[in-house]
């Protein structure tokens, strides 16, 4: 070990005549471990790393950069020399913190001063293994013209576990990582989105050649994952998109990048899952949450539930919120009671609310393991308001849906087409005309139902005798819509785009800045067919996957009669990228997309 090399060093220096003391730190500030050199007496204190002969003289070792950053001021980021003398400091030994029998001295300004280093400014560091032990091998960093920037060699053997090779990399500035193993190369992007430092523990089995990232996207996929998130590029490099993507290669990939989304969202979000608290902006959305029952294979449900309350006080609300939690309970589960974000009449079905939602859900499927397609909405009184608006707005999110006495202001059933819907309200509830108004909806989705018999599911409950309060009758929702597991890629959908804030609705997605009130779509499959009726809409997306037609076929799309698009599409791994950071909803993940300019 690196400890037990310099006492070795210290005490052959010693027995020809030459001071020597060991030195060393209890951890670098960039958390990758302890290290312990030797330093030698001549004509003052210079070091050297202990069996790391350098013919260029003292004062040189790959850890010159390291050292260049530690901290005097924190005992565990501070550089130490050993002592006889009674200095009142000790040396730390991390084999062994208590101890306090080795005198030292705080030496760390005389390393944090002007050095000479070839790696201070290095920020990427690369290790590779084979198996558990490191390996050799040429390791070159390109521009992304692939020309060389600057070469390396990876350390393994004898080398310190710390001394990694390093290079300086430009943050925002596209890279290439070339490994050279005799006649083996691989290589994987780079691109760091922000400073600071970052390394690469590679497998060098675990890399694809780069002859087969040219013939397979799941290869470029596997060394894509390969960099860590702080220095992996937004998506695959174009070079590596002309491989070919099978039905069952693009399942893999799916899989893979998921795996790898779920592990960095969990990082990432960890202080807002723990808080159980999500801002967006300026708005805040609290939760409160109860398990029920054991998660099936496939992973829990999530019952979302929102609370009554509205134009009213916090305290009102807080205390309709904290109602919620106790109001129901599902057989099997994940329940949430959410805080509304504000206290307005319109508290559930105001912009900031979808967005919300979708990264609570997101949170709890990558996290909780959360089964995306069995994720059921729910709501009382001003809640039931916000069910009215959000079930259609947001119906490719839910299993199923159920309003409790609310009312629905402007909202329409439309989109409900692919999402049971329950409807409850007491037959005495007259405030706002909440019965009436129920009455015609029962009217509608029955309607809707009679001229789409495979669509428009629904459960009407109006309760002659109640009033606002139905004494939970209502509860009979839950098992009802328990029996529905969502359809992510139904073979007809409907989409009335009434706010104009969800640009993306099961398959088809508007772009951005392409988003209008009153835009109408209706689309259906057939076969390898699919027919578009689009009202408004100067651009849309048809995403695709293998789970809505066979995509080792070719694919027709006509729109409002003419043909767009009539030839096979191609399985993309950006495509599948692009897909889940929009979402993170593996089960509604495009493997292709047809973009059409109307």
């Not at 060699?153 to 943050?171: M, Q, V, Y």
């Not at 990048?257 to 807002?272: N, Q, S, V």
């Not at 669509?455 to 002659?464: D, K, L, Q």
Request: hydrophobic fraction near 40%.
């Amino acid at each position: 070990t690196c400890t037990g090399l310099s006492i070795i060093l210290v005490d052959a220096c010693r027995s020809v005549g030459v001071a020597a003391r060991v030195a060393g730190t209890p951890l670098w500030t960039n958390k990758r471990g302890n290290h312990t050199w030797t330093e030698i007496w001549d004509e003052g204190w210079h070091f050297t790393g202990s069996d790391e002969y350098n013919a260029s003289g003292l004062n040189r070792g790959w850890f010159v950069g390291a050292a260049s950053k530690a901290d005097k001021t924190d005992w565990r980021h501070a550089i130490y020399a050993t002592s006889w003398k009674k200095t009142g400091t000790h040396f730390p030994m991390v084999w062994d913190i208590e101890a306090k029998q080795v005198n030292a001295f705080n030496v760390t300004d005389r390393y944090t001063g002007k050095v000479s280093s070839d790696n201070v400014e290095d920020d990427v560091f690369v290790r590779v293994r084979d198996g558990g032990n490191r390996i050799e091998v040429k390791a070159e960093l390109l521009d992304a013209k692939k020309q060389v920037l600057a070469s390396r060699k990876t350390k393994a053997g004898r080398a310190d576990l710390n001394d990694i090779a390093g290079f300086n990399c430009n943050p925002n500035t596209p890279l290439w990582l070339r490994l050279i193993q005799g006649d083996k190369v691989k290589q994987i992007p780079l691109r760091r989105a922000n400073a600071g430092e970052v390394t690469l523990d590679l497998q060098w089995n675990d890399l694809p050649d780069e002859s087969a990232i040219a013939n397979s996207q799941l290869a470029a996929v596997t060394a894509w994952l390969a960099a860590p998130p702080k220095v992996r590029p937004q998506t695959l490099p174009n070079d590596w998109t002309k491989g070919f993507l099978s039905k069952a290669d693009a399942k893999t990939a799916v899989d893979l990048i998921w795996a790898d989304y779920c592990e960095r969202l969990a990082k990432e979000r960890r202080p807002e899952i723990e808080a159980r608290s999500i801002q967006l902006g300026d708005k805040k959305l609290r939760y409160l949450e109860k398990v029920f029952g054991d998660a099936p294979r496939s992973g829990h449900s999530l019952w979302i539930s929102m609370h009554g309350g509205g134009g009213a006080p916090a305290r009102v609300n807080d205390g309709q919120w904290n109602n919620q939690i106790k109001l129901y309970q599902p057989k099997e589960g994940i329940y949430i009671a959410p805080r509304a974000p504000t206290d307005t009449w319109n508290l559930w079905h105001q912009s900031h609310i979808d967005g919300l939602f979708d990264r609570m859900i997101e949170n709890f499927v990558a996290t909780r393991g959360v089964n995306p397609n069995r994720v059921y909405l729910m709501g009382y009184s001003a809640g039931g308001d916000g069910v009215y608006q959000l079930a259609p707005r947001m119906a490719d999110r839910w299993a199923a849906a159920s309003m409790m006495a609310g009312h629905p202001n402007d909202a329409k059933p439309d989109n409900l087409r692919n999402l049971p819907f329950g409807l409850f309200m007491g037959g005495k509830d007259g405030a706002y005309n909440r019965n009436k108004v129920a009455e015609k909806w029962r009217v509608l989705l029955a309607d809707l139902r009679k001229g789409d018999p495979n669509g428009y599911e629904h459960m009407v409950r109006i309760y002659p005798e109640m009033g606002h309060w139905m004494k939970l009758k209502d509860a009979e929702s839950l098992p009802w819509m328990a029996k529905f597991s969502r359809n992510a890629w139904p073979n007809k959908i409907i989409w009335r785009q009434v706010k104009g804030i969800n640009s993306r609705f099961y398959w088809l997605q508007i772009p951005g800045r392409h988003l209008l009130k009153g835009q109408h779509v209706t689309a259906e499959v057939d076969g390898q067919s699919i027919a578009i009726v689009a009202e408004n809409i100067k651009h849309l997306v048809v995403r695709l996957s293998d789970r809505l037609l066979d995509l080792d076929k070719p694919v027709t799309i006509l729109v409002n009669g003419k043909e767009h698009f009539s030839e096979r599409v191609k399985r993309s791994a950006r495509e599948i990228i692009k897909s889940l950071n929009q979402r993170a909803d593996p089960a509604s993940v495009a493997t292709a997309s047809v973009s059409l300019k109307l």
